[in-house]
């Protein structure tokens, strides 16, 4: 198969492109830190861009795809680690091009490719915090989250038809390096963390059963729920 992994420089985007590079697939890494890269994934074609910068994440496309492309995995995300996270006008733009028009770019001109051959896959990493309802203090990052979940719902049905599939992933707390370095070097006292490699296990297998959307681990997932079940008042009162 022909992968393309955008954000696939550190994280669950690293830990997929491995796993599908090392069962001998074709993978291409795309991030804006390629220096990150560890010695074994070296041999996979690599991409430096921005999901930000629309012309360079269609060259990338492009140039990758003219040997065919069967999936696209978007895990590239600005994530802050605080619920109410204060954005100045530059850093709200740049949330908004990464999680939400990047990824939309990134499915457009994936599924150009893949609509010719009437098959392929969509992608796209999303969190536990887009399933939150929106109330007051809600932060953008989790409002990013939930436009991916939205995005992931609108081109499943727009490409279904064509026999391609979209999956939505929706994480809790995985234990990332870059989780552990926004929490002081130890993640350890997030609910119900997982590790990196349980969670990749996961991802990979509902991407095999083409699932439209899997969530993870099912305490968080139930934790959310109850939240969305308190009255508005309620949660205002916990920011």
Same mark, same amino acid.
């Given at each position: 198969?022909?992968?393309?992994?955008?954000?696939?420089?550190? *994280?669950?985007?690293?830990?997929?492109? #491995?796993?599908?590079?090392? &069962?001998?697939? #074709?993978?291409?890494?795309?991030?804006?830190?390629?220096?990150?890269?560890? =010695?074994?994934?070296?041999?996979?074609?690599?991409?430096?861009?921005?999901?930000?910068? /629309?012309?360079?994440?269609?060259?990338?496309?492009?140039?990758? =795809? @003219?040997? *065919?492309?069967?999936?696209?995995?978007?895990?590239?995300?600005?994530?802050?680690?605080?619920?109410?996270?204060?954005?100045?006008?530059?850093?709200?733009?740049?949330?908004? /091009?990464?999680?939400?028009?990047?990824?939309?770019?990134?499915?457009? !001109?994936?599924?150009? %490719?893949?609509?010719?051959? $009437?098959?392929?896959? +969509?992608?796209?990493?999303?969190?536990?915090?887009?399933?939150?309802?929106?109330?007051?203090?809600?932060?953008?990052?989790?409002?990013?989250? &939930?436009?991916?979940?939205?995005?992931?719902?609108?081109?499943?049905?727009? +490409?279904?038809?064509?026999?391609?599939?979209?999956?939505?992933?929706?994480?809790?707390?995985?234990?990332?390096?870059?989780? #552990?370095?926004?929490?002081? *070097?130890? @993640?350890?006292? %997030?609910?119900?963390?997982?590790?990196?490699? %349980?969670?990749?296990?996961?991802?990979?297998?509902?991407?095999?059963? &083409? &699932?439209?959307?899997?969530?993870?681990?099912?305490?968080?997932?139930?934790?959310?729920?109850?939240?969305?079940? !308190?009255?508005?008042?309620?949660? $205002? +009162?916990?920011?």
């Amino acid at each position: 198969m022909n992968i393309m992994v955008i954000g696939g420089t550190s *994280g669950i985007g690293l830990a997929l492109a #491995r796993h599908y590079l090392q &069962r001998g697939d #074709r993978v291409a890494v795309c991030g804006r830190h390629l220096q990150r890269l560890p =010695a074994d994934l070296h041999s996979a074609v690599s991409y430096q861009l921005d999901i930000a910068d /629309r012309s360079s994440l269609s060259q990338a496309i492009d140039d990758f =795809a @003219a040997q *065919g492309l069967d999936m696209l995995i978007v895990s590239a995300g600005i994530y802050f680690n605080t619920r109410s996270h204060l954005l100045d006008e530059a850093a709200t733009l740049h949330m908004l /091009r990464t999680n939400v028009s990047g990824l939309s770019h990134a499915f457009e !001109l994936a599924a150009e %490719k893949m609509l010719p051959q $009437k098959s392929g896959q +969509l992608v796209a990493i999303s969190s536990i915090a887009g399933l939150l309802h929106d109330y007051p203090g809600a932060s953008v990052y989790s409002a990013s989250k &939930r436009s991916v979940l939205s995005l992931c719902d609108t081109y499943r049905i727009a +490409l279904k038809p064509f026999s391609i599939a979209v999956t939505a992933i929706v994480p809790g707390y995985i234990d990332t390096a870059k989780l #552990r370095a926004l929490n002081e *070097g130890d @993640a350890s006292h %997030k609910p119900f963390i997982m590790s990196e490699q %349980k969670a990749a296990a996961l991802i990979v297998d509902a991407i095999t059963a &083409r &699932r439209d959307r899997v969530v993870f681990p099912w305490q968080m997932k139930w934790l959310i729920a109850t939240l969305n079940l !308190l009255p508005r008042w309620v949660l $205002k +009162l916990r920011k």
